[in-house]
């Protein structure tokens, strides 16, 4: 009879060795059932920092964008757990990088509210985010962006970088707070400069846009 890979713990995912798995799956193991906390096997092993439990899984046609219990998947278990080489690995296959969990937060709030993140491994990784079709203006349900839980955290470069990739500065959350509101609020002077700065660039734009319609209405 066929072993139930949703029968598995997070020990077992984390201790098993990669032959035992292989096994299981020559057996016939289901390997997207879910187990105990509605878990695959991918997700435990993504958690448990087990790349190469997690690469022979995804070789073999894991489902990467399962939702446990809480609505996270094997990408995000990974992110809040500084498994950064599986985040990458994950991403390479293809995991839904906007998916929600039942807070509403994505894998890419973690990564900005993630104060153990160093700031060239947290630009590397939002670099990987975006190329994977990230997006950045995503609200949880709270209204809260990736970029005001970088602004929150104090990474400057971290905020920098999601402005630069097109993060709006006027969003706004569901007690009416701007990235611009929480920085005051924290006093980060830097960070208030980033943004100040992008909304004023925003503001000469439109002005210029204006100006150029106005212009346009007067040859009509």
Known sequence: MAKNFGRMSIRDVKLSS????????????????????????????ARAGNIEIVEELLKRGANTDKQ???????IFGAVVNDHWRIVSKLIDYGANVNIQDNYGWTTLMAVASNNLVECTKGIKIIDEFIQAGAD?????????????FAVMNG???????????????????????????????????????LIEHKIAELKKIELERSVEIHNVSRWL
């Open 18 to 45: 990669l032959q035992k798995l292989i096994i299981l799956i020559n057996s016939g193991a289901n390997i997207n059932v879910r187990g105990q906390s509605n878990m695959t096997a991918l997700i435990m092993a």
């Open 68 to 74: 446990d219990c809480d609505g996270e998947t094997a």
């Open 136 to 148: 950045i203006n995503i609200q949880n349900n709270h209204g809260w962006t990736a970029l005001m």
């Open 155 to 193: 990474h400057p470069k971290m905020v920098d970088k999601f402005i630069q990739a097109g993060a709006s500065v006027n969003i706004q959350n569901n007690i009416g707070q701007t990235a611009l509101d929480i920085a005051r609020e924290y006093d980060y002077t830097q960070i208030v400069e």
